[in-house]
């Protein structure tokens, strides 16, 4: 289901393949590139999944993490340069990746009764790479869940967030110049119940127009790795 590539080191989770945590797991893939086939399920209910593909090495965005800490302005021929063929992060068509609270039924006629974790306020998830892609159909899931006491009684929960960042190396901080977040068609859900608190929503990429999109609400521009989005969006 997980394999590894070669040269610039990647991550596949296989199309259709179903990948599911315990309520209040937390997953976490660091590679290269990172591809979440067609079809794939990730699941960590309540819990935290964060997928990063990584532009630069560990090494050098460690270098230049602590170089730029010291608060000396680093000279643009020692910046690393961004390269295409890293930093890569897809979210297939049809693929979810969800951290959605759970529904935890203690009614009497339930046959999960008394045995699920109350785990049912929504999770977290921070996707980041240089080039991030939600494909057509696709969906990221952090809404909270519901307790169902014996007696049929309804106790909702507050959703989760949702950290999409695009054009920036998750490791060192530094901004990509190149990449760009492209989400068209994809579904993003922060639902929640009376009473509670719906999912929150973060956004990076190299630049952000709000305006009127002529087809859809979600277009990138790929040659500036614009994210335009219509006010129908909020």
Same mark, same amino acid.
């Given at each position: 289901?997980?394999?590894?590539?070669?040269?610039?080191?990647?991550?596949?989770?296989?199309?259709?393949?179903?990948?599911?945590?315990?309520?209040?797991?937390?997953? #976490?893939? %660091?590679? =290269? /590139?990172?591809?979440? &086939?067609?079809? @794939?399920?990730?699941?960590? +209910? *309540? $819990?935290?999944?964060?997928?990063n593909?990584?532009?630069?090495?560990?090494?050098?965005?460690?270098?230049?993490?602590?170089?730029?800490?010291?608060?000396?302005?680093?000279p643009?021929?020692?910046?690393?340069?961004? #390269?295409? %063929?890293? =930093? /890569?992060?897809?979210? &297939?068509?049809? @693929?979810?990746?969800?951290? +959605? *609270? $759970?529904?935890v039924d203690?009614?009497?006629?339930?046959?999960?009764?008394?045995?699920?974790?109350l785990?049912?306020?929504?999770?977290?998830?921070?996707?980041?790479?240089?080039?991030?892609?939600?494909?057509?159909?696709?969906?990221?899931?952090?809404?909270?869940?519901?307790?169902?006491?014996?007696?049929?009684?309804l +106790?909702?929960?507050?959703?989760?967030?949702?950290?999409?960042?695009?054009?920036?190396?998750?490791?060192?901080?530094?901004a990509?110049?190149?990449?760009?977040?492209?989400m068209?068609?994809?579904?993003?859900?922060?639902?929640a119940?009376?009473?509670?608190?719906?999912?929150?929503?973060?956004l990076?990429?190299?630049?952000?127009l709000?305006?009127?999109?002529?087809?859809?609400?979600?277009?990138?521009?790929?040659?500036?790795?614009?994210?335009?989005?219509?006010?129908e969006?909020?």
């Open positions: 289901a997980v394999g590894t590539g070669e040269g610039v080191g990647s991550i596949t989770v296989k199309s259709g393949t179903s990948l599911t945590l315990a309520p209040g797991g937390s997953l #976490e893939l %660091d590679a =290269g /590139n990172v591809m979440i &086939g067609n079809s @794939a399920l990730l699941s960590a +209910a *309540g $819990g935290s999944i964060k997928l593909a990584l532009d630069h090495s560990p090494s050098l965005a460690e270098a230049m993490r602590i170089l730029t800490s010291t608060g000396k302005r680093v643009a021929e020692d910046i690393p340069q961004y #390269e295409k %063929d890293r =930093g /890569n992060l897809t979210v &297939g068509a049809g @693929a979810v990746v969800t951290v +959605a *609270g $759970g529904v203690d009614q009497r006629t339930s046959a999960t009764a008394g045995i699920q974790p785990v049912i306020k929504g999770g977290k998830m921070a996707l980041n790479a240089s080039d991030l892609t939600l494909a057509p159909t696709s969906m990221l899931d952090v809404s909270g869940g519901v307790a169902i006491s014996s007696t049929g009684k +106790a909702y929960a507050d959703a989760g967030a949702i950290s999409l960042a695009a054009g920036v190396d998750s490791q060192s901080g530094l990509v110049v190149g990449g760009g977040l492209n068209t068609g994809a579904t993003l859900r922060g639902f119940g009376v009473g509670k608190n719906g999912g929150s929503l973060s990076q990429a190299p630049a952000i709000i305006n009127e999109p002529a087809d859809g609400q979600v277009v990138t521009t790929d040659i500036a790795g614009k994210l335009s989005l219509a006010p969006f909020f």
